[in-house]
């Protein structure tokens, strides 16, 4: 039996449809939700912060890609 009878759900991968619409949802909410200048403010403290070394070097991580 496929995993898409047995849970119902379609498997759909990278580029998923649901996923997607389900994000854009959430964006949308948040901006919404008038806590964005908040949650940048909080999220500049942290860059500021003690924790600020970590993000950076998070960041550039990030940004570099898998390191395979």
């Known amino acids: 039996m496929s995993d898409e009878k047995k849970t119902g759900q ?3 991968g990278e580029g ?3 996923a997607s619409k389900k994000f854009q949802k959430d964006q ?3 901006a919404k939700s008038g806590k964005v200048d908040e949650k940048a403010r909080e999220a500049a403290d942290a860059i ?3 924790e600020g ?3 950076e070097k998070a960041r550039k991580e ?3 890609g898998p390191n395979v």
């Open 53 to 55: 070394d970590d993000l």
């Open 28 to 30: 949308r909410e948040f």
């Open 16 to 18: 998923s449809y649901t």
């Open 48 to 50: 500021d912060g003690a």
């Open 10 to 12: 379609k498997l759909e």
């Open 62 to 64: 990030a940004s570099d």
